[in-house]
């Protein structure tokens, strides 16, 4: 698998140039425990590079932030929890217009997870990792992308999966 994708992207900077893209969503969970502890959704930052290897299918990774603060569910102590998912992955794109194009992208995610607990009775801080995946779609208009669904798709020692829905800016070096 890394010889694929080691292949795969020294072809794709052979023959272009990446784009570089710079996105901010609003992020909820999936899961509705989550949800009840961390109410409402927040800011998501992330940072993507695709490189294109024929006018359809690019090579595609990202580096991701998200924050969330709640309460525990029976004491409503305080809680904190941090996302840094890294993902690689494939993003084809239909190009419909030259100004407007669709594109999807798919893959595994690497997530790092902290957390801090403000109660008495767990853990303070809870440090876990997990593999999981993402599925997405969106849509470009010239150098604004946006990407109205996105969903990850975690693994079984991290259930940290949720929608995002945000905007953001790209550029071709």
């Known amino acids: 698998m890394n010889k694929v994708l080691f292949f795969l992207l020294i072809t794709a900077s052979a023959y272009c140039s990446p784009l570089l893209e710079v996105k901010g969503g609003y992020f909820n969970f999936s899961n509705s425990k989550l949800r009840k502890i961390y109410t409402g959704g927040g800011l998501d930052l992330q940072l993507a590079v695709s490189y294109e290897i024929d006018p359809i299918w690019n090579v595609y990774a990202s580096a991701e932030y998200a924050q969330r603060s709640g309460n525990s569910l029976g004491a409503h102590e305080r809680t904190r929890i941090e996302l840094y998912p890294l993902s690689v992955g494939i993003k084809p794109t239909i190009c419909l217009h030259p100004n407007f194009s669709f594109y999807g992208n798919v893959g595994p995610r690497y997530f790092f997870v902290n957390q801090r ?26 150098r604004l992308h946006f990407y109205p669904f996105k969903t990850y798709v975690t693994g079984h020692t991290i259930e940290v999966g949720g929608y995002t829905f945000g905007l953001g800016a790209g550029y071709s070096f």
Do not use: A
């Open 117 to 142: 607990n403000y109660s008495e009775f767990v853990d303070k801080r809870v440090h876990q990792n997990g593999l999981g995946g993402f599925v997405g779609v969106g849509y470009s208009f010239r």
